[in-house]
């Protein structure tokens, strides 16, 4: 079955500054690729998804890239705020019927005002 | 929408009884998904169903664990007997089609003394 595994657990930067997350994944199969934000105490929300059929999608302050050959995609977070500060998730799946999303284990994202 | 609806929000139990967590999706979604999130182990799913009929119970820990889908805008977890060791957060999320990401309800926390 897949498993995702992301990178690093923790990571603090500046106001200002950009964060870079990093996830990997092993099954070929796996062509849909969400991130989620989960702030203390609440549900994990979409914040950015991308297809395989993409290599790279923007909104706003974040964007995400794919590289299905290494079978890796990340998350960048330029100008971060205060209030970016979070645990976010990286997930794979494949999309049809039987597929399942499987998440990495999150990074807690702290940024220092 | 009001969202996918979870309760209780919170449910502390003492060890052996039996414990019932509900969730109605979103009107509409033919998936339902039912995740549990510790520090250790992150975010497992346990369970889902399509259009109200269990497809992958894989995740499910044990047979004190069970699951079901009377309709489609009902869902049902059991946890009986409970034990400390089941002590998380329980989510429970819906979705259209397997071609987009979930939407999570706000969980349970589920404490076993």
């Known amino acids: 079955g897949e498993n995702v595994e992301q990178h690093p657990s923790t990571l603090s930067v500046q106001e200002g500054d950009s964060a870079v997350i990093k996830c990997t994944y092993s099954d070929s199969a796996s062509n849909y690729f969400p991130w989620y934000k989960q702030e203390l105490g609440k549900r994990p929300q979409l914040i950015i998804d991308i297809r395989s059929n993409v290599g790279e999608k923007k909104d706003q302050r974040i964007a995400v890239t794919l590289n299905k050959t290494a079978k890796h995609f990340s998350l960048h977070i330029t100008e971060t705020q205060p209030e970016d500060s979070a645990v976010y998730f990286c997930?794979?799946?494949?999309?049809?019927?039987?597929?399942?999303?499987?998440f990495g284990q999150g990074t807690t994202l702290q940024v220092k005002p | 929408d009001a969202g996918v609806i979870q309760s209780p929000r919170h449910e502390v139990t003492e060890m052996g009884q039996e414990v019932t967590l509900r969730c109605k999706p979103i009107s509409g979604h033919d998936y339902l998904f039912w995740y549990r999130q510790t520090m250790m182990r992150g975010l497992e799913l346990l369970i889902y169903?399509?259009?109200?009929?269990?497809?992958?119970d894989s995740g499910m820990p044990e047979d004190r664990f069970s699951a079901k889908m009377p309709n489609a805008s009902f869902s049902t977890l059991k946890i009986q007997p409970s034990e400390p060791r089941d002590s998380a957060v329980y989510f429970c999320a819906s979705t259209l089609t397997q071609n987009y990401g979930y939407t999570f309800g706000s969980g349970t926390r589920l404490t076993v003394v």
């Open positions: 169903f399509n259009n109200n009929v269990p497809i992958d």
């Open positions: 997930a794979a799946k494949h999309t049809g019927n039987t597929g399942k999303l499987i």
